[in-house]
């Protein structure tokens, strides 16, 4: 460990602080076509490779000597494994690396916990259900469907009772959404910088999610929507979350009660048998295991909202039902904790989202934030949805610092943390949404930085 880190790779940022001006240019945009820029990319690493760069050596050595082409290896030469006996599909040995991790900088117990998806890791836009960022307020449960109900009370001409099976038998939807955490990139408002974007921002997820919209379900009661204001979910796990969601978000038709992602049942630690969805809401609105909707003209002030989950003002107010998780990116790769392991063509790639519609465009600079480039968005660009990103670049062997902004359909700009502190302060938790900076040293190594 070095003098940087602290215990459990935590780095302080304020010792990882640089300036923007202190690393060069160092991308020329090209003013070729891609296909041309691509083929001068690697035209430009052979030429290195007289000088002796890996690239270069293996290009001159394919065929000439590697076993792995030249001797064929055992599995193009036998049977291979029948049918998995257990029924259902796991990732391949090789991948035993990427799964979701506990932070080493958080307090964690049994019932309360956390844990980040591998962002790094991880191709396009949907999050493996196995893969899928947890939250636990008093831990998770696997629930008996058959004994599952929920009910629908408040201002309502008829208090109704569901089971599973009469939810399933109703008209469905599946649809793309992102769920965030809002205290996702938390850490970071005090000046803390965690070392990969695991840990940074590994608290978002994406899934196809398949149910009922609770709109349905409202009308089937004779909830009076007129009148009505909010709506309050409730969890049936021991915490027994609850959490206001005001009635305009679930009259378009988008909040859903589901009980599919990703193509098959819920996960119990993602709310099995039943979860609700309300895209572009911060997770902990998410209800998982939910057994009631009561519909109500105010909002419900529970302990969930009044207490937990709100922004400390700098001037010591607190900002309560700030739900929305504003447009937000991070370049995924190259980001912290990975390694380049030469100089020469690169894809950096990332993912954008934005809780109030489409991601409209990605630019990316890899001079903190001097020159910017536009991104190419890798469809199918959804609303409330993960967004893929990439740009072509070719590192030269200097420092960079590599950064990503997006903007959504409202024109709403992700801001820098200069932007975010002068307004927000830096004692919050909540909704931290801003610009993330990674530096590339000379050695190739990546560290998560602040840019002062």
């Not at 206001?244 to 049942?265: F, K, R």
């Not at 950096?348 to 989202?353: E, F, K, R």
Request: proline share 5%; charged share 20%.
């Amino acid at each position: 460990m070095n003098s940087n880190q602290m215990a459990g790779g935590v780095r302080k940022a304020p010792e990882n602080f640089v300036r923007g001006g202190d690393v060069g240019t160092v991308f020329a945009e090209a003013r070729a076509g891609r296909r041309t820029f691509i083929r001068n990319a690697f035209a430009a690493a052979a030429a290195g490779a007289a000088a002796g760069t890996a690239i270069a050596q293996n290009a001159r050595n394919v065929g000439e000597g590697d076993p792995n082409i030249l001797e064929l290896p055992a599995h193009s030469k036998g049977l291979g494994q029948p049918v998995a006996v257990e029924g259902y599909g796991k990732p391949s040995k090789y991948e035993a690396n990427v799964q979701r991790r506990q932070s080493p900088g958080l307090t964690q117990t049994r019932q309360a916990s956390v844990s980040f998806a591998p962002l790094q890791s991880l191709f396009g836009i949907v999050t493996p259900s196995g893969l899928h960022f947890e939250r636990h307020h008093q831990g998770w449960w696997d629930i008996d469907p058959s004994r599952h109900r929920l009910m629908i009370n408040g201002m309502v001409k008829t208090n109704k009772v569901f089971t599973m099976d009469e939810l399933m038998r109703l008209p469905s939807v599946s649809r793309f959404h992102f769920i965030e955490c809002g205290a996702n990139t938390g850490m970071e408002w005090g000046n803390v910088a965690v070392p990969t974007v695991q840990y940074t921002h590994g608290m978002i997820s994406c899934s196809e999610f398949t149910g009922v919209p609770l709109i349905t379900l409202l009308e089937m009661a004779g909830a009076d929507l007129k009148k009505a204001r909010f709506i309050l979910a409730e969890g049936a796990d021991g915490s027994s979350m609850t959490r206001t969601i005001p009635v305009e978000l679930i009259t378009s038709g988008e909040v859903l009660v589901a009980y599919g992602q990703n193509g098959e049942m819920l996960r119990p630690e993602q709310g099995y048998p039943l979860r609700l969805v309300v895209p572009g809401v911060q997770g902990v609105s998410w209800v998982k295991y939910l057994r009631r909707i009561e519909v109500g003209d105010q909002p419900y002030a529970t302990k969930d909202e009044a207490v937990h989950y709100i922004d400390l003002m700098p001037d010591g107010q607190h900002r309560q039902y700030t739900s929305i998780q504003e447009c937000k990116s991070v370049v995924t790769t190259p980001s912290g904790g990975q390694m380049l392991l030469d100089k020469g063509f690169y894809n950096i790639t990332g993912l954008a989202w934005s809780g109030r519609g489409k991601v409209k465009r990605v630019d990316v600079s890899v001079d903190g934030g001097r020159n910017w480039r536009t991104a190419r968005l890798e469809g199918p660009v959804l609303s409330k949805c993960l967004t893929r990103f990439n740009i072509d670049w070719v590192w030269d062997g200097k420092p960079a610092l590599i950064q990503s902004r997006a903007m959504d359909d409202t024109g709403y700009v992700q801001p820098t943390y200069q932007q975010n502190r002068a307004v927000r302060g830096t004692r919050s938790i909540y909704h931290n949404n801003s610009i993330q900076s990674w530096a590339l040293r000379e050695d190739g190594e990546v560290v998560n930085v602040q840019l002062a």
